[in-house]
């Protein structure tokens, strides 16, 4: 391997555990096999080997959007080995979402797990990577590995992920090597990560939970995850004796306090159970706490700053709170006129640090308008400090519904809801639901009462599944203030036992 001078492609500081690991496992897989770290980077070499076949350059974009598998796994790390962008798209996202990805990263490569149907033209060709076991799989181990690291530098760009937006234009936020390590680097610390750590990895890998936070912790400590294809409790309950650390969104722990399986005998060698992406109810975290007597450990971040908070590994961690600023990352309160907010006074939340992305692709404009002039960047989330300097975050300032961890812009689902025939105005919220923690809701104003399968139907192809409502409400006409604007808080009061269990 040719050797490398001091730069910051992260994919050098993951290759450097590898040379001290070859031989330990590093994914254990549903079916009980398990892969080295020696077999994943070999993997990862022969995707970059074919990369290069395809006449790759650093910069170039490779969209992927596939089901999670050692090999999908290896085709990311290819891509920050070869110093290529990155840019994930949501499995269950359609082919109109994809085509606006591809539209807008023009990438010089394209990785889906189904072959396009005839009627959908990206404009570029595709590779399929279904399985590990598919045709695109064995063409890449055909190709001679390939093993040299690009050189990056700081402000390169590692990955592109699309966040939606609330003018209903997804955007995507460039995250570049140095965001990655830095974070990565800032949470094995602060969550204490053993040598012995093996996580449980259950979450997607298209979003910054499941392939940075979680993927990197375990890869920088050369430690081993179960790599499991989807959320699976009864696979996760199986695996959990043999595991230490599990990471996973507020709905993973609704579902464990639900499951009769979830025992002593389960959990008792657990030794940190992390939640994010959406808040923690004070009931999931006492009842996890009286049922396991394990604190939940909560946490605060974002696609555009991955993590920012932690509550402590060992000090009180607390409920209803995202706990501290990590190290290295400065978080402030601020009022509606940029000043700086007091002890427990509710401001929007404002970061900066080495983790904050560099803007969004293409977007200058927007990128402006996100950061303060002392280059904080402005979260939408409302929150306070406490006198100990403990962040809590009490809602958003951003029209914004977050469903088992998932974001849903209104704006983009009302937009199309407007299009259906008969609908005169429509206004998208989210409500408390059991399951999901918010649960997506239209009310509608109509000629003629609309049905929830009609809705679903008209959004089918159009959007992901988990963005459509999971009910409608049709009303004469919809609360305004004096501006004009739809008035969502009454909305959210009048229907928010809508989802309640009896
Ligand atoms: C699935 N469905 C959802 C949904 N997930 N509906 C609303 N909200 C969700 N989150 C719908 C599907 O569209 C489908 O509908 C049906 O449920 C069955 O799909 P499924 O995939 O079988 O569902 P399930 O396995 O139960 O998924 C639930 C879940 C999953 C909670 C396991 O949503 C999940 O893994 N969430 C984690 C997301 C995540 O990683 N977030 C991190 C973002 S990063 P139909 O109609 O087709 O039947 C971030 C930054 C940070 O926020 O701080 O971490
Ligand atoms: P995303 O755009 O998918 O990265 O979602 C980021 C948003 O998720 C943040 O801006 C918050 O609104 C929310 N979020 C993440 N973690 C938490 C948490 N622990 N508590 C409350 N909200 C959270």
Redesign the pocket.
């Known amino acids: 391997m040719d050797k490398v001078e001091a730069d910051v492609n992260f994919f050098h500081h993951l290759h450097e555990v590898v040379a001290q690991n070859r031989d330990k496992k590093c994914l254990l897989l549903d079916d009980g096999s398990y892969w080295t770290y020696e077999q994943l980077f070999q993997c990862t070499f022969h995707f970059a080997g074919f990369l290069r076949s395809q006449g790759i350059q650093v910069n170039d974009r490779v969209v992927v959007q596939c089901e999670k598998c050692p090999e999908a796994l290896a085709l990311y790390l290819a891509c920050l080995q070869m110093g290529t962008i990155y840019v994930p798209v949501n499995t269950s996202a359609t082919a109109t979402e994809i085509q606006y990805v591809v539209e807008d990263t023009e990438p010089k490569v394209l990785v889906l797990k189904d072959e396009p149907s005839s009627l959908t033209n990206y404009g570029i060709d595709c590779f399929v990577l279904s399985s590990s076991e598919c045709e695109f799989v064995s063409q890449v181990r055909s190709h001679s590995a390939y093993s040299e690291i690009m050189i990056r530098s700081d402000a390169d760009i590692a990955a592109i992920l699309y ?1 939606s937006g609330t003018t209903g234009r997804a955007k995507g936020a460039m995250l570049s090597h140095r965001n990655l390590r830095s974070n990565a680097e800032t949470l094995l610390k602060t969550w204490g990560w053993e040598r012995t750590d093996v996580l449980l990895h259950a979450l997607p890998i298209y ?2 939970h499941g392939l940075f936070v979680a993927i990197h912790c375990v890869l920088l400590s050369g430690t081993s995850m179960w790599f499991f294809r989807t959320f699976d409790l009864e696979q996760i309950i199986r695996r959990m004796p043999h595991a230490t650390v599990l990471m996973g969104v507020p709905t993973y722990y609704i579902r464990l306090l639900k499951e009769q399986g979830f025992s002593h005998k389960a959990f008792k060698a657990m030794r940190l159970f992390i ?6 109810s004070e009931q999931t975290f006492n009842s996890f706490f009286d049922r396991t007597d394990k604190r939940i450990l ?7 700053t991955g993590m920012i908070t932690s509550n402590p590994l060992k000090g009180e961690r607390v409920a209803g709170s ?1 706990g501290f600023p990590l190290d290295g990352v400065a978080v402030r309160i601020v009022d509606k006129e940029g000043n700086q907010s007091s002890s427990d006074w509710v401001g929007e939340i404002e970061v900066k640090g080495p983790n904050v992305f560099a803007g969004y692709w293409r977007m200058p404009e927007k990128t402006r308008e996100e950061f303060t002039t002392d280059s904080y960047f402005k ?3 409302m929150g306070y400090k406490n006198d100990e300097g403990r962040v809590f ?1 009490v809602g ?1 300032e ?1 029209d ?1 519904v ?1 469903s088992g961890g ?2 849903v812009y209104p704006a983009e689902i009302e937009t199309l809801i407007d299009e259906m025939e008969g609908v005169e105005e429509n206004a998208i919220i989210g409500v408390p639901h059991p399951d999901f923690g918010e649960g997506v809701v239209v009310v509608v104003v109509s000629e003629e009462p609309i049905t929830l399968d009609a809705v679903r139907d008209f959004l089918r192809e159009k959007v992901a599944s988990y963005k459509h409502p999971k009910a409608v409400i049709s009303v004469g006409d919809l609360p305004k203030n004096a501006m004009g604007k739809v008035q969502k808080n009454l909305l959210r009061q009048s229907y928010s036992s809508l989802f309640e269990e009896n």
């Open positions: 966040t979003h910054v939640s994010g992406s959406a808040p923690l909560e946490r605060y971040g974002m696609t555009e995202v979260t939408g989330d975050i958003r951003k914004l977050i998932l974001n």
